[in-house]
T-cell receptor, first 116, second 108 residues
Framework: GAVVSQHPSWVICKSGTSVKIECRSL??????MFWYRQFPKQSLMLMAT?????????EQGVEKDKFLINHASLTLSTLTVTSAHPEDSSFYIC????????????FGPGTRLTVL | AQRVTQPEKLLSVFKGAPVELKCNYS??????LFWYVQYSRQRLQLLLR??SRESIKGFTADLNKGETSFHLKKPFAQEEDSAMYYC??????????FGGGTRLMVKP
């Protein structure tokens, strides 16, 4: 089956530092990946759509300069939280679709970010 | 704008009882609807989608366009069904919009 991995699974950083989170499709190519944010006991909120070889599309209210997304290959998308602050602490989840037009998404296990 | 609403944050039933997790949506186009499940300490995974009209783990969901609903049902709940359930809608751009989620607790 289609597997999506994320690295790291948990990261703790100091306020003001930048953190990079990787999302990989292990056994399939994903032209589109999605990044979500999930606060405790809340649902997933789409942050941005990551397209291979082009700029990401950000949802309203998500700062593109704060959350840098790079989708350099068909199996890797990265999310960099720049100048992280405690309010950025959250669970970040990525997903990938199998093919264009396919509405099914496969989710990574998530990355817990704690900013001190 | 598309929206998915799950009115119940928590649903608690006894083992063997029927269960129905409610989902209502608003979308101007032709929706594709899904139910995702997240078991404790596991990643989100697809449970079922409306276009396949299948039954997974005894769960079914019927799209009712008149009522804009996609309720998830199971006639006899099992303890292993305890999890977070998310209803989601996919638009033409393959973007998923999730409902707030319902935690199902099945008591022995």
């Amino acid at each position: 089956g289609a597997v999506v991995s994320q690295h790291p699974s948990w990261v703790i950083c100091k306020s003001g530092t930048s953190v990079k989170i990787e999302c990989r499709s292990l056994d399939f190519q994903a032209t589109t990946m999605f990044w979500y944010r999930q606060f405790p006991k809340q649902s997933l909120m789409l942050m941005a759509t990551s397209n291979e070889g082009s700029k990401a599309t950000y949802e309203q209210g998500v700062e593109k300069d704060k959350f840098l997304i790079n989708h350099a290959s068909l199996t890797l998308s990265t999310l960099t939280v720049t100048s992280a602050h405690p309010e950025d602490s959250s669970f970040y989840i990525c997903s990938a679709g199998l093919a264009a037009g396919s509405h099914e998404q496969f989710f990574g296990p998530g990355t817990r970010l704690t900013v001190l | 704008a598309q929206r998915v609403t799950q009115p119940e944050k928590l649903l608690s039933v006894f083992k063997g009882a029927p269960v129905e997790l409610k989902c209502n949506y608003s979308y101007s186009g032709s929706p594709e609807l899904f139910w995702y499940v997240q078991y404790s300490r596991q990643r989100l995974q697809l449970l079922l989608r409306h276009i396949s009209r299948e039954s997974i783990k005894g769960f079914t969901a019927d799209l009712n366009k008149g009522e804009t609903s996609f309720h998830l049902k199971k006639p006899f709940a099992q303890e292993e069904d305890s999890a977070m359930y998310y209803c989601a809608l996919s638009n033409a751009g393959n973007m998923l919009t999730f409902g707030g989620g319902t935690r199902l607790m099945v008591k022995p």
